[in-house]
């Protein structure tokens, strides 16, 4: 059975999160190169990663080794270690990595605790935004310090739905044909390039919904948390929890028609 969580594990994983987010969101904000390029590709040549990408993710593992060196630790960027505590780290130290390259403002760190393999603490630190989202589990999710909500769901066709692409091609033309059939359904459509931060704003009550195709851990654990905690229901495939096949989160009334349309439509394959 998986453990109960003290209050005050949670409170303590809680200030590690808050402090890796932010050191991290400070030196990706202050510190970033007016040549800034790129350090290396993942998935295709467009799927980049920079030398500021790298040096959050070393920034957050230290602190993280330094504070709570018994735990396991995932992250984008390569870090992987075992732990022996029960608790891993599952961290995005730059997600919204092209966002940033370019110098739009959406983009952020992205830190999950979990405990026995379920996600028990998240946090999202948007620094251009200047939005520090967080959640713990059983106490609803936050917006610097104040309770936030996903709002009251409209009805489908007015309902305004967010999604995320790809750096694949053979996805993307995928995904694109997955849009233009529920483009003429719903109000509109929003692409905001960062999951972190479209998961958040379902959970802020920005958007109705919100799915995509493809996520890793790192890029759902800490958003997943904070949109479930705002009373958004979170899922993927009918009968699957979010995966890398397929994330959904939207308001109650907004999530099962959007992920019927998605089954309809089998928008993982």
């Known amino acids: 059975m998986p453990?109960?969580?003290s209050p005050e594990l949670l409170d303590e994983l809680l200030d590690v999160a808050l402090d890796a987010a932010?050191?991290?969101?400070?030196?990706l904000r202050d510190g970033r190169p007016a040549d800034l390029g790129v350090a290396d590709t993942k998935?295709?040549?467009?799927?980049?990663?920079?030398?500021?990408?790298?040096?959050?993710?070393?920034?957050v593992l230290e602190l993280i080794s330094r504070r709570r060196p018994q735990d396991g630790y995932l992250g984008e960027e390569g870090a992987e270690r075992p732990g022996t505590s029960?608790?891993?780290?599952?961290v995005d130290p730059l997600d919204g990595t092209v966002n940033y390259l370019y110098g739009l403002p959406s983009w952020a760190v992205s830190v999950a605790a979990e405990l026995?393999?379920?996600?028990?603490?998240?946090?999202?630190?948007?620094?251009?935004?200047?939005?520090?989202f967080h959640a713990v589990t059983g106490r609803g999710a936050h917006l610097d310090g104040r309770p936030v909500s996903a709002r009251p769901a409209p009805p489908w066709g007015q309902a305004l739905i967010g999604t995320g692409f790809g750096y694949v091609q053979s996805v993307r033309v995928r995904q694109a044909?997955?849009?233009?059939a529920l483009m003429s359904e719903v109000r509109d459509v929003r692409r905001g390039g960062a999951a972190a931060v479209d998961l958040c704003d379902v959970a802020a009550g920005r958007l109705d919904g919100y799915y995509e195709r493809g996520l890793a851990p790192w890029d759902r654990a800490a958003g997943c948390l904070i949109a479930a905690?705002?009373?958004?229901?979170v899922g993927g495939r009918p009968g699957h929890?979010?995966?890398?096949?397929?994330?959904?989160a939207a308001a109650p009334g907004v999530y099962q028609p959007l992920q019927d349309r998605l089954a309809e439509l089998r928008a993982w394959a």
């Open 116 to 132: 026995d393999g379920r996600v028990v603490v998240g946090v999202v630190y948007a620094p251009v935004r200047g939005e520090l």
């Open 177 to 180: 044909e997955v849009l233009l």
């Open 86 to 90: 029960g608790v891993r780290w599952v």
């Open 22 to 27: 932010r050191q991290a969101g400070a030196l």
């Open 43 to 59: 998935s295709s040549p467009v799927d980049v990663v920079t030398e500021m990408d790298l040096a959050s993710e070393k920034l």
């Open 241 to 248: 929890g979010p995966d890398g096949e397929l994330t959904v």
């Open 229 to 233: 905690e705002a009373g958004a229901l």
């Open 3 to 5: 453990s109960v969580p």
